[in-house]
């Protein structure tokens, strides 16, 4: 009972400073300590995290998986909670898919006393140990967190350990157009090569040069060299920042609202990538209407 009272007062009462001796407790199967003791459930009764960042799954990877449990079962439980119907995967997703790809009809489970926001929390946090994330996923995932649960970037930096510049550079990707976004996430640009191609200013030429990327194995340092060049003719004087103070304020800005800032002819320009991340944005510069 003492270990579910924790749980209630929020994540901070389970982790505290030991957020990665938890997860690993997870990986283990030994978080029975933060909530029942382990038990089977029916599989029929799961149903997926609602807030489970991750989208792409390798299906190999799951293959493999199905056949060492049809042989030797699963090891490590997964984390549920319960629902007016059933109950909700709280962690375990890769595990889940591959019991039901094994075809079996239980698997060991934890019952935890989990919220909503805790549920957000577990989920982008065990991705991000794990390194199972992409970084548009990552990026998504940073972005629910800062509009469902009210954390600033500095907040949310704090809380996955990770620097605040890091959580800026991340959100801006979610400025990329659809189809370099959509690249990224099935692994065919990297990070470093996303975030190059947001120092260009027109959408068409970014995608050109991240197709051009991909179908050349272009490296990151080749593809900042292109993107220095301005196409067609040899590159003219920018006049896009006039001195360092401009510079320097459009850095602070682009790190306040975590996309792409411009300033010029006397005018801010904020970019956004739709309907709510506009609201995201005006909810930072308190002008939203509740």
């Known amino acids: 009972m003492a270990a579910k009272k924790k749980l209630g007062k929020g994540l901070d009462a389970i982790f505290g400073e ?17 909530g029942n003791s382990q ?56 595990r889940l898919r591959a019991s039901k790809l ?33 970084a548009i996923e990552e990026a998504v995932a940073y972005q629910q967190l800062i509009k469902k649960l009210g954390y600033t970037q500095d907040e949310l ?37 996303a975030r190059t191609l947001l120092s260009l200013e027109e959408e068409d030429r970014m995608i050109e040069l991240a197709k051009k990327t991909v179908k050349e194995g272009l490296s ?17 004087p920018s006049v896009k920042k006039s001195d360092p103070f401009t510079e320097d304020v459009e850095d602070r800005l682009r790190k306040k609202f975590g996309t792409k800032v411009e300033i010029r002819n006397k005018a801010i320009n ?7 991340d506009l609201n995201r944005i005006l909810d930072i510069m308190g002008v939203i209407e509740d």
């Open 102 to 134: 094994a075809d079996q009809k239980d698997i060991p489970a934890i019952i935890v006393d989990f919220d909503d926001k805790q549920m957000m929390e577990i989920s982008l946090l065990e991705n991000i140990q794990r390194k199972d994330l992409t």
């Open 157 to 193: 930096a704090k809380r996955i350990g990770k620097s605040r510049t890091n959580v800026a550079n991340m959100l801006r990707l979610l400025t990329l157009p659809q189809e370099i976004r959509d690249m990224v996430n099935q692994g065919k640009l990297s990070y470093g090569q």
């Open 18 to 34: 030991n957020i990665d001796s938890f997860l690993d407790d997870i990986e283990k199967g030994a978080a029975e300590s933060y």
């Open 39 to 94: 038990t089977k459930l029916p599989i029929a009764q799961i149903r997926p995290n609602p807030y489970q960042p991750r989208k792409e799954f390798d299906e190999n990877g799951l293959k493999e998986l199905a056949d060492s449990i049809r042989e030797n079962g699963v090891f490590q439980p997964i984390l549920v909670r319960k629902s007016l119907s059933g109950y909700e995967l709280v962690a375990g997703e890769r």
């Open 220 to 236: 990151v340092r080749e593809l900042e060299r292109l993107c220095s060049k301005k196409k067609g003719e040899p590159k003219k």
């Open 270 to 276: 904020i970019s956004y990538t739709d309907t709510e």
